[in-house]
């Protein structure tokens, strides 16, 4: 019987060459820009190293100081008490105005406020912010920075090709110790491996290489460093009680609501002393998850849980316009196209088939349809993200292929060959004997 | 004519359901992604209001560190030795609404009775020579302005629209911040790079003992390679004894910055791109089959006297008449986002993009019925009496 299915729709398939490159174009086309899509967001917002527990984290990039301005109106008023007039003074006070500033902030202030947190299994704070040229040969090599704490390498789970991250004692101790990355490795020493012990060179301190990682095919700044050290051995003189160069990353403990934690974080944040710099009156911080911070860099809102209620809307819209366009587009070439084979179905009924057999019968062969198109979506797919991952279009994100991708890929397959064949199978099985064998074309 | 090819498309309604409904869903993603486009396509000829060509930035983290006294002396120092390399033709000290810098620095106020909202921008009086700056009113800062009674700001002209429109307010003091006299115009200042919008900014001179102005805008020769940075890294490291710095490229980092807006715009305008030719494809597909399909028709028109060009023009009418109904429907949904202030751009940017978006579907749909009708034109009444 399935070979029968194959047989016939392979033939079916051949029979109208044109038509059937159409049909193909369609399905491996859309194919190919929705497994993209599943790669770019299983490459964005999916848990791969060194983010493995992205859904886990809240974000605090900064800290806002906010000034507001009162002004006093004194409204002198008369008034008669007891038949005597007497003075009576009132005062309005009222928001005049307001300016604020936000920067990273004070690693003391952080050690000290928000270390401990009730709903946090962990926290990291580092500063990415700094760079350093290091010229050699004729060249520069710019050399991304990133102070951190030990915590920095529970929090995130790099993948070590050579040594190991610093610890504890090393922090505490400002060891001059640094994880560089492979890209900075090939950049510097020439090679991606044995580079342990090799010193490097910047701000005038030697640091020694005790680990290298593969750099991350991720876009978050965050994570995309050269070079990590100990955030103890970075030199400040100048101290601001609330502003400085570091952010911090909350890792919430499993089965935490995560909009508690920010909740959490956010009161914490009241509990400092809001008047350590005098141009301000009061300290605010804005937590946000992972994909809230990712949304409101495309999407601005004040409020980045808005942000990304915008931002889903918007993709899903999009998404649901660019399935259904092709889907519909399908249907409508199926529905004009089999009117050719009432024929065969007339035969068919004809001699005892039901309209469920017909219906099988057509959607299997759309099944099949589709997953040649499938097929070639699939190679189109592949050459894709090796042209987008060979020629770093997208910056340091490197699209991947895993098993789940291909699932998902398959999943999106057989919905539309089951959509697209759904209504013209319908359709045509509900035809009369009589009716489809009056067509002359037999 | 136009009423008997309603009537037409009428008879034919189911198939022609779907088609209809394949081209209001073409509409609609052509006006979303179009919009998106057209909105940056807008910023992008806008002038930015600065030149990055040869212009090079280096943010000296050391600032911060040092006092009031240390920073003049090694702000003067750095000054002369710079201005003396040979390569360097001029230079700035400046805040952090350099060029790209991602930082944002704003104030709101209602001093004056108004609410008055702007981005903040810190510089001394070389900056605008640095950054080649159009000034439309007034000039720039100047030495004297250090020592003047009321603290000097210059704004651009956004500002000037959005605050004081059709009013000369040059010379005049306004209460922002404390009071500061407006010495000057800008044309643009949008420093957030080629696409950001196009926002009030208020400039402000910077004293030369302040720690908020941590950057250096260098000028530099045209041609000017990496080989001679290594002799400005040197330098500046010899003064400031500190390796804390960067240099970089303005243009490279335009570029950077740029690259961000334009690859989500090119991977959308390619799946829309595709999307059409599936769409087209599709149509074709439908208009050849069907238009064979009714050779019968034709043939008898043809028969009773009908000319090739005239069932041509049927068949071209009838799919033109049928993406118009489509369109319309399209239209009625997509300008409900404009009027309902729905979306987060500005309404201008979506009328363009309904008008490009009707334009490019009746382009399509005329192209894909073409050789169909060519082809049904071409047939003898004969052969096609015959058929039947």
Same mark, same amino acid.
């Given at each position: ?57 809240? /974000?605090?990039?900064? %800290? ?20 005597? *007039? ?30 401990? =947190? ?43 090709? *050579? ?37 490097? *060179? ?17 876009? %978050? ?111 409508? =070439? ?24 017909? =219906? ?7 099944? /099949? ?6 097929? /070639? ?5 592949? /050459? ?16 991947? %292929? ?41 | ?8 498309? #009428? ?8 088609? !209809? ?5 073409? $509409? !609609?993603? !052509? ?18 209001? $600065?030149?990055?060509?040869?212009? #090079?930035?280096?943010? +000296? ?20 030795? +710079? ?7 001029? !230079? ?47 000039? #720039?800062?100047?030495?004297?302005? +250090? ?16 605050? $004081? ?37 208020? $400039? ?76 087209? +494809? ?91 009708? #060519? ?14």
């Amino acid at each position: 019987m399935l070979k029968n299915y194959i047989k016939l729709a392979w033939r079916v398939l051949s029979r109208r060459k044109f038509f059937t490159f159409i049909t193909l174009f369609g399905i491996s086309f859309t194919l190919m820009i929705l497994m993209l899509f599943t790669s770019f967001m299983q490459a964005e917002f999916g848990s791969r190293a060194p983010m493995k527990n992205q859904s886990e984290l809240i /974000i605090m990039p900064n %800290i806002t100081l906010n000034m507001e301005y009162y002004d006093t109106i004194p409204t002198i008023d008369t008034t008669l008490i007891n038949g005597v *007039e007497k003075f009576d003074t009132t005062y309005q006070i009222t928001e005049d105005g307001n300016s604020n500033s936000t920067s990273s902030m004070d690693s003391d202030l952080l050690n000290n406020s928000f270390r401990e =947190l009730e709903s946090i299994k962990e926290e990291t704070l580092f500063n990415n912010d700094a760079g350093y040229d290091v010229y050699l040969n004729n060249s520069k090599i710019n050399i991304k920075t990133n102070y951190t704490d030990h915590h920095f390498w529970n929090v995130f789970n790099f993948e070590f090709s *050579e040594g190991r991250p610093y610890d504890k004692s090393d922090v505490d101790h400002g060891a001059q110790v640094a994880v560089i990355s492979d890209e900075l490795a090939m950049k510097y020493f020439g090679r991606r491996n044995n580079v342990l012990d090799e010193k490097i *060179e910047i701000d005038d301190k030697q640091y020694q290489v005790i680990g290298l990682v593969e750099t991350p095919g991720l876009t %978050i700044p965050y994570l995309i460093s050269d070079m990590f050290i100990p955030y103890t051995t970075a030199e400040t003189s100048y101290k601001d009680p609330y502003f400085g160069s570091y952010t911090m990353i909350f890792q919430t403990n499993p089965n935490t609501d995560l909009q508690k934690a920010k909740g959490e974080i956010e009161n914490t944040a009241k509990t400092i002393d809001q008047n350590l710099n005098p141009d301000y009156n009061e300290v605010e911080v804005r937590p946000a998850t992972y994909t809230e911070l990712y949304a409101k860099m495309i999407y601005y809102d004040q409020d980045e849980t808005k942000s990304l209620s915008v931002m889903k809307r918007i993709v899903f819209g999009l998404l649901l316009l660019f399935i259904l366009l092709p889907v519909i587009n399908l249907i409508n =070439l199926n529905v004009s196209r089999i009117m050719d084979r009432s024929s065969e179905i007339g035969v068919r009924k004809a001699f005892g088939a039901t309209n469920k057999d017909i =219906l099988t019968q057509f959607i299997f062969e759309n099944i /099949i349809q589709t997953l040649l198109g499938g097929v /070639i979506g699939f190679f189109l797919v592949i /050459i894709a993200i090796y042209i987008f991952n060979s020629g770093k279009y997208l910056g340091t994100m490197r699209l991947g %292929i895993d098993y789940k991708f291909f699932i998902y890929s398959l999943l999106i397959c057989l919905v539309f060959g089951v959509l697209s064949g759904l209504l013209p199978a319908w359709k045509m099985s509900k035809t009369h004997i009589v009716n489809a064998l009056k067509s002359k074309q037999l | 004519m136009i009423k008997h090819i309603f009537k037409l498309i #009428w008879n034919k309604r189911k198939s022609n359901a779907l088609i !209809l409904i394949e081209i209001f869903l073409a $509409f !609609l993603v !052509l006006f979303a992604v179009l919009s998106y486009v057209t909105y940056n396509f807008r910023m992008l000829t806008e002038p930015t209001g $600065f030149d990055t060509k040869d212009k #090079w930035l280096v943010n +000296l983290e050391s600032f911060r560190q040092k006092d009031s006294v240390d920073i003049i002396n090694l702000r003067a120092t750095l000054k002369s030795e +710079l201005s003396q390399m040979e390569n360097v033709e001029s !230079l700035s000290f400046t805040g952090f609404s350099y060029p790209f810098s991602g930082s944002t620095s704003s104030t709101s106020q209602d001093k004056m009775g108004f609410e008055i909202s702007t981005l903040i921008g810190r510089a001394d009086i070389d900056y605008q020579k640095a950054m080649g700056l159009n000034i439309t009113q007034g000039r #720039w800062f100047t030495e004297e302005d +250090l020592t003047a009674t009321y603290p000097p700001v210059i704004v651009n002209e956004i500002f000037m629209e959005e605050y $004081f429109p059709d009013k000369n307010m040059l010379d005049s003091i306004i209460i922002h911040r404390g009071e500061h006299r407006i010495v000057g115009v800008l044309d643009a200042y949008r420093y957030k790079g080629d696409f950001s919008e196009n926002e009030p900014t208020a $400039f402000y001179l910077e004293d030369v003992d302040s720690k908020r102005t941590s950057n250096i805008i260098l000028n530099m020769t045209p041609g000017t390679t990496v080989v001679y940075e290594e002799k400005v890294s040197k330098l500046i490291r010899s003064i400031t004894k500190a390796d804390n710095f960067m240099i970089s490229n303005l243009e490279k980092s335009r570029k950077e910055n740029a690259s961000d807006t334009w690859i989500p715009m090119i991977i959308l305008m390619s799946m829309c791109g595709f999307l059409c030719i599936n769409v087209a +494809l599709g149509l074709f597909g439908i208009l050849w089959y069907n238009i064979n399909k009714r050779k019968g028709e034709i043939g008898l028109r043809r028969a009773i006297g009908a000319h090739s060009s005239d069932i041509k023009k049927q068949f071209i009418l009838e799919i033109i008449i049928l993406a118009l109904i489509g369109i319309v429907l399209g239209v009625f949904f997509a300008i409900q986002v404009p009027l309902l202030k729905l979306g987060p751009l500005e309404p201008i940017n979506m009328y363009y993009a309904i008008a490009m978006s009707a334009m490019i579907i009746l382009v399509l749909v005329t192209f894909c019925a073409l050789q169909p009708s #060519w082809q049904a034109s071409k047939i003898h009444p004969a052969t096609a009496l015959h058929e039947e």
